[in-house]
């Protein structure tokens, strides 16, 4: 088997690789050449298996004449598309100069290695002179990947007439791309942790999710779309049933309705709202609060947003829908809460007129983007619709400011918008706007459509917003992809910079972890964070830490559907402080207002949002990554009425997590205990005969190691009780072991004391 096939069915099955120089390869050495010389554009399609450094290439060129020649560029990721379109050079073109007749395999040093953190690139030869002529080999491989209409099928090796026209050839140039590969984590930092949680992920598990702590014992509990999940310590169990709960929603949210201090459930089904009444035993009351002849569920609605938009401390709703029947645009709609259970539409607040009310909506978020006490919201449109920014300016009224901030524009007028995520990134104070777009390489060429774009606010007094990305170029932080859809922020390494992680459409098209550097730019380490490079979502995502640990966990979809929770195992000890704000003059869940905690000479603020993107409640609680700084100085609430109040605590502690009551009261609702165990791996995973489980130990301790099926039945002991001194541990667990057991899904538990630990393992026999 080539390397470079062994390297993607390595990646495929979760297995990282280290640092290496390799060659990288398609074809198969020692076949026939064939060539296709008609062709004037030979492109050949690289598909990255982990991020490294191109050092040189090895190009083969055939023809009688030796003084043949062609020219050699090297394109990057190009949006994930099958070949480039905006052919930004990686380097300076190379000629390729023959000196022998017949076949000879010309070698190309590169004027500085080129380094790539994507999963694809191109070698795109053309100006073929004397009779030169690129080799293939004469052997018939399938797609790398079979998307089908929803982007095209993906082959290695591409042919452009005179005219434009392309093809594809089933066979593989010969090329060898010398590959100075990226030492990585083994595993990755996130682990599929759905089937360990309890969580039952099916095909259509990942059209929302949302998170909130409903029975108010400190762990946030999950809607899986129509389940509901009691989170046990880490546990999820399935009380849809039991708490009386039923119904197909096509979105759903946690969201105290009725201003109680419990967090309410909200339906949006096909035809109506239902509000689901928390009743404080873990059993809901059903309310019908809306009815629509207008089909407000089903290919209709897209993202839903939760806030209180005149401060009277009722969360109102909004509704974001794009079509039924592809491209019928449909209206939004704009719900105020009438206090007992019911909604009164006053979309016409936004919509006077209902022609306006006909976009193709995607994503939506509220926003305090001014700092006034008064919510704003951003709604995302797709089909190049301009994108609307309502400014609140109190008493229900909304001004679109969306052309006066000069967002969401370019030379031809709008963009395709897919996702909506506000964060303060930068740690000014200001909360700015990361825009996920979609934008076909073609167009951004001819008609100046834009991928996605960071816009960070200019603060105090006007709040304008200054473009950072631009055109797509080899030197963007965010790399240009052609199918983004959703993103969410969160400072996934607790050091005190918020990364993002942003989704795609399309099959064969990946999704990626951003980290920020201390220099507020972006770094792509996608294959650090996710399993492989090559990790296909659904529309959007979420973050919160479902087990208590301190570090920001990841609910997503896999192959657009199948619905995924991904456990933080970064192995960093930064610190951390989780804040839940309850607020008495506005809202009681402090929807719209914000936290700044100030510490080390730092400040890093954060806004409470409910509903964002495409159908996803985040959570209320409010996550600070803090680095190494060893102390909290204060933390400055600004509660979210208008105009603002603002309340100052003192005293609290790292590593701990809050709520924060208006009026001066805190309540410590979980703390940091020091860990005997740090890091706990298994792998390889999934596993064909055997594995190895490692972790460091933070104190000396014994351990036990079993195995266990994944409802947690004892099956066996792999390692009996051992004492462990303080540091790395490794246990390599033989075939012989694991002889009885048949392919499926276990839990390998790790006991410390009298704490169980447990890791998912899939066995392949």
């Known amino acids: 088997m080539k390397k470079s096939i062994l390297f993607l069915f390595l990646f495929f099955l979760g297995v990282s690789v280290k640092a290496s120089v390799d060659t990288l390869r398609h074809y198969t050495v020692g076949t026939p050449s064939v060539y296709f010389q008609t062709y004037p554009v030979q492109i050949a399609r690289f598909m990255l298996p982990q991020p490294g450094n191109i050092q040189s290439l090895r190009v083969m060129l055939a023809g009688d004449n030796p003084a043949g020649s062609a020219v050699l560029h090297l394109f990057g990721h190009e949006g994930g598309n099958i070949v480039p379109d905006l052919k930004l050079d990686l380097t300076p073109a190379i000629t390729l100069h023959k000196t022998v007749a017949g076949d000879e395999m010309i070698v190309v040093i590169l004027p500085a290695s080129i380094h790539l953190d994507n999963n694809q690139f191109f070698v795109w030869i053309e100006d073929f002179q004397n009779g030169a ?3 293939s080999d004469n052997v018939t491989y399938p797609a790398f990947c079979l998307a089908g209409s929803s982007g095209g099928d993906f082959y290695y090796e591409y042919l452009e007439t005179s005219s434009g026209a392309l093809t594809f050839k089933t066979n593989a140039f010969k090329i060898d791309v010398i590959i100075d590969y990226e030492s990585l984590p083994s595993p990755s930092y996130f682990e599929d942790y759905t089937v360990a949680s309890g969580i039952i992920s099916d095909a259509y598990s990942n059209r929302g999710a949302s998170v909130g702590d409903f029975n108010n014992d400190g762990w946030d509990d999950l809607i899986r779309r129509n389940l509901l999940y009691k989170n046990d310590h880490g546990n999820f169990i399935d009380i ?3 708490a009386g709960i039923s119904g197909n929603p ?4 946690f969201a105290d309705m009725n201003n109680d201090g419990l967090l309410d459930i909200v339906y949006v089904l096909i035809d109506s709202v239902i509000i689901y009444r928390n009743n404080g035993d873990e059993t809901f009351t059903r309310f019908t609060a809306a009815t629509s002849g207008a089909n407000l569920g089903y290919d209709g609605t897209q993202t839903f947003s939760v806030a209180d938009i005149n401060n009277d401390k009722y969360p109102d709703l909004f509704i974001g829908r794009l079509w039924k029947t592809y491209p019928t645009p449909l209206p939004n709609y704009l719900y105020l809460n009438n206090k007992d259970f019911t909604l009164t539409d006053i979309t ?3 919509y006077p007129n209902p022609a306006q009310n006909l976009r193709r909506t995607r994503a939506s978020q509220f926003v305090d983007y001014n700092d006034d006490g008064l919510v704003d919201l951003y709604v995302t449109n797709y089909y190049l619709e301009r994108d609307e920014f309502w400014q609140n300016n109190g ?3 909304f001004t679109n400011i969306i052309a006066a901030k000069g967002i969401d524009s370019n030379a031809t007028g709008s963009n395709h918008g897919t996702g909506v995520a506000w964060a303060d990134y930068d740690n000014d104070g200001d909360m700015d706007l990361l825009l996920p777009q ?9 008609y100046d459509h834009r991928g996605t774009t960071i816009y960070q606010s200019d603060g105090k007094p006007n709040y304008n917003f200054t473009d950072l990305i631009g055109t797509p170029s080899p030197d963007d932080d965010i ?3 052609e199918t983004h859809a959703g993103a969410v922020f969160g400072d996934v390494n607790n050091d005190g910079l918020q990364d993002f992680y942003i989704t795609n459409f399309y099959n064969c098209r990946y999704s990626d972890f951003y980290i920020q550097k201390p220099d507020h730019r972006f770094e792509l380490k996608t294959q650090y964070y996710l399993p492989s490079q090559y990790f296909n979502t659904g529309e959007d995502a979420l973050m919160f830490d479902f087990n208590n640990d301190g570090k920001l966990d990841l609910v997503t979809g896999q192959f657009n559907k199948y619905f995924t929770l991904f456990k933080n195992d970064f192995p960093g000890n930064n610190n951390y402080l989780k804040l839940l704000l309850r607020s008495t003059s506005g809202n009681s869940y402090a929807l719209g207002g914000r936290a700044t905690v100030y510490a080390g000479g730092q400040k890093y603020t954060r806004e409470v949002y409910t509903g964002r993107g495409a159908r996803m409640g985040d959570p209320y609680t409010l996550h600070f990554g803090l680095g190494i700084l060893p102390t909290i100085d204060s933390v400055v609430v600004k509660w979210p009425v208008n105009p603002p109040a603002y309340e100052t605590f003192k005293g609290l502690l ?10 001066g009261q805190i309540l410590i609702t979980g703390q940091g205990e020091k860990k005997i165990l740090s890091t706990f791996k298994v792998y390889p995973n999934p596993a064909l005969s055997q594995f190895t489980v490692s972790g460091y130990m933070d104190e000396g301790s014994e351990i036990e190691l079993s195995i266990k099926d994944i409802t947690g039945n004892w099956i066996s002991e792999i390692v009996p009780i051992t004492k462990i001194p303080v540091g790395p541990f490794s246990f390599k667990i033989s075939e012989q072991q694991l002889s009885s057991l048949a392919s499926g899904v276990y839990l390998i538990c790790l006991k410390t004391g009298d704490v169980n630990h447990f890791e998912k393992l899939i066995l392949i026999r």
């Open 133 to 135: 002529k690129l080799a």
């Open 240 to 242: 849809t049933a039991s």
């Open 250 to 253: 096509y979105a759903s949210a």
């Open 348 to 350: 016409t607040t936004l």
């Open 395 to 397: 008493n229900l009224n």
């Open 438 to 446: 979609f934008a076909h390489p073609a167009y951004v060429v001819q």
């Open 479 to 481: 790399e240009f992809e």
């Open 654 to 663: 790292i590593n701990h997590a809050y709520t924060l009551f208006e009026g």
